[in-house]
């Protein structure tokens, strides 16, 4: 949830910190703020809001020194205001923490009890600070006191610790909370995700759960929480500085949408065989797998669910195996019953969502085998499934997920086809598959030269207070994502129902002010899902449609359509929901919302 950073090198730790900050502002956003240790003192300034604030508070008189931290914050506990923005400190330790310290109420009343400590903020990570200090008076080490402190601790963290009297020394602990080390030959970075280090170096290394990283300039130590030294492989981080920048779009999320058809090209690439009607994933190569299991458990959060929900009616049809599919945060208390025939699908974009990451581990806990469909390398999840692919859509910096979603549902057929061709899927079928998805680019290319349309019923609409979106079988859970895309980000109330379902209860909503947005293109239930149309219109609905290229009879229902190609039904919900992302991406637009970091926001959501 929050973006954390630190540097111990050669160079001046500010400007290092600062641009990491404004790399990981997606992850957070209420406030931030940076410390620097500079010959036994350490500065500690920070502001409410956006980065900039911070930095134009340290323009005047920046803190010098090599070593720092700094954080980005999405508040947990406490307003999000200068006084609860991190770095916290204790005396002589200056913290920065990302995840939640669920028994700080305990700790802090032990403090107060028995260290006579006393606190400035309502942060959990202030209690942590404290207690690191008072372990401190006691231990040889930096590291020793918070190995000692972090021993007491129930719940998740990435933490970054300095001690004004040790200054030449960074050390970095993670429990639940992504946190990896950047190497180079002076410096080491320490970072919530590889988009804070990239340009200084494309060497990292992943701390696990319950480690500790001892940081000096260009050298580092790893122990566990046995204290016992463990050593972990460096990877070469493939991202360049063009993938995490706007790229002359307006916004992120624009370049994301935008970009489908190269990633989509991207997770395709190597891994279609027309001939055999096949795909070709390496996480899936042991054809044992397709007569092992007995069904499928779809795991995932938000845009990733609807994806899974998607994918459940596509895996079906090309699988013949039934597929169910739970929300992360349901299933993980929810006591499932699952048996070891099921192949746990793990969907996730960031692979450090909370909720998802412990239903991977409750899935491993039962011995079920699992499977990611995951975007972040080197992402906890991507560490810890048994098997999975990597949807190569390249960083997502939006916080509104678009071009993961059309990966992770291409992701899903892929799945679908190699182990459908496993079982009974006749090869002419995979073949009317692959074609399918070697189409894709060119057609969602066709949609987003439409972009202008798109804007201008956008602008036209986007008073509207309500929105209900439509859509039937798989036009369902893109009607599902379609709603999601834009109350998260234009903050309109939008709801989306099968449009079967209308009659029994939602029709009751339909009336002028209401905007009606229906997927109406041809495919098997074209004419069933016209009579649901008629409803609407009978009623009075304002309607948008969306229906396939040459489709003149949708004219009769609405002068406003947007026109989708005609395609495999495997492949028709992705397309249908292009125009989405940009209606709803316009929309905002036209509402002025911050469409890259919308309110309330963050785009990994690694707390629960
Ligand atoms: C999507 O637009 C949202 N930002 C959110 O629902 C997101 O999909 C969800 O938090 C899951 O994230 P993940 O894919 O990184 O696990």
Redesign the pocket.
């Known amino acids: 949830m929050c973006g954390i950073i630190g540097y111990i090198g050669k160079d001046k730790a500010l400007p290092v910190l600062l641009d990491g900050l404004r790399r990981m502002e997606y992850r957070g956003y209420d406030s931030a703020g940076v410390a620097l240790l500079d010959e036994g003192k350490t500065t500690v300034v920070k502001r409410q809001g956006k980065i900039v604030n911070l930095a134009v508070a340290l323009k005047e008189h920046p803190p010098a020194g090599h070593l720092g931290i700094g954080h980005t914050r999405w508040a947990t506990h406490g307003v999000p205001n200068e006084l609860n923005a991190h770095p916290h400190q204790a005396g002589r330790i200056t913290i920065v923490h990302n995840g939640i310290i669920e028994n700080y109420a305990e700790l802090k009343a032990e403090l107060k009890a028995k260290h006579h400590r006393t606190f400035l903020s309502d942060t959990d990570t202030e209690v942590l600070a404290h207690l690191i200090a008072v372990e401190r008076d006691t231990t040889k080490s930096l590291e020793a006191a918070v190995l000692a402190a972090l021993l007491q601790v129930e719940g998740t963290f990435g933490v970054l610790v300095l001690d004004d009297q040790e200054p030449g020394k960074l050390v970095a602990a993670r429990r639940g909370s992504p946190l990896l080390l950047g190497i180079s030959a002076d410096a080491i970075y320490l970072a919530s995700d590889a988009t804070a280090v990239i340009g200084h170096t494309d060497r990292v290394v992943y701390l696990d759960d319950d480690e500790i990283a001892v940081c000096t300039p260009g050298k580092y130590d790893i122990i566990d929480f046995e204290a016992q030294a463990r050593q972990h492989e460096e990877h070469k981080i493939e991202l360049e500085l063009g993938a995490i920048e706007k790229a002359g779009y307006d916004h992120f999320l624009l370049k994301e949408i935008m970009e489908q058809p190269r990633t989509i090209a991207d997770i395709l690439r190597g891994r279609l065989d027309l001939e055999a009607g096949t795909s070709r994933l390496g996480g899936l190569s042991d054809p044992q797998i397709y007569h092992d299991i007995t069904r499928f458990l779809t795991i995932?959060?938000?845009?990733?669910?609807y994806a899974g929900l998607l994918g459940q009616y596509l895996l079906e049809r090309l699988t013949g195996l039934p597929v169910d599919i739970e929300f992360?945060s349901e299933f993980r208390y929810r006591e499932p019953i699952v048996d070891g025939r099921a192949l746990g699908l793990i969907?996730?974009?960031?692979?450090?969502?909370a909720d998802?990451l412990a239903s991977l581990r409750e899935l491993k806990r039962r011995d079920i085998r699992t499977f990611g469909l995951v975007?972040?390398i080197g992402s906890s999840?991507a560490r810890e499934v048994d098997g999975g692919m990597y949807l190569h859509a390249g960083p997502e910096i939006s916080?509104?997920?678009?071009k993961?979603?059309t990966a992770?549902v291409i992701g899903h057929l892929l799945v679908g086809l190699q182990i459908g061709r496993g079982r009974q899927l006749p090869i002419t079928e995979g073949q009317a598959v692959v074609k399918a998805l070697q189409a894709l680019p060119a057609q969602v290319q066709s949609i987003l030269d439409q972009r202008v349309h798109i804007q201008k019923l956008a602008k036209k609409f986007a008073r509207h207070k309500n929105v209900m979106y439509l859509g039937r079988d798989t036009l369902y859970p893109v009607a599902l994502e379609a709603a999601?895309?834009l109350k998260?980000i234009s903050y309109i109330h939008a709801e989306a129902y099968a449009s079967g379902e209308m009659k029994h209860g939602p029709v009751a909503l339909i009336d002028p002010d209401l905007l009606v947005i229906f997927f109406n293109p041809k495919n098997s239930l074209y004419d069933k899902t016209r009579s649901n149309l008629e409803e609407v219109r009978a009623r009075g609905g304002r309607l948008l449609l969306v229906g396939t290229e040459g489709d003149e009879s949708l004219k009769a229902f609405s002068e406003d359509i947007i026109y989708i190609p005609d395609s495999s039904p495997y492949t028709q919900p992705i397309l249908a929901n292009i125009p989405m992302q940009l209606f709803a991406y316009y929309v905002a637009v036209e509402r002025g919302t911050d469409v890259d970091q919308p309110r309330n926001?963050a785009?990994?959501?690694t707390v629960e």
């Open positions: 995932g959060c938000g845009t990733a669910y992360a969907i996730t974009q960031s692979g450090e969502t998802t975007n972040v999840v916080v509104a997920s678009t993961a979603f992770q999601l895309k998260e926001l785009k990994s959501v």
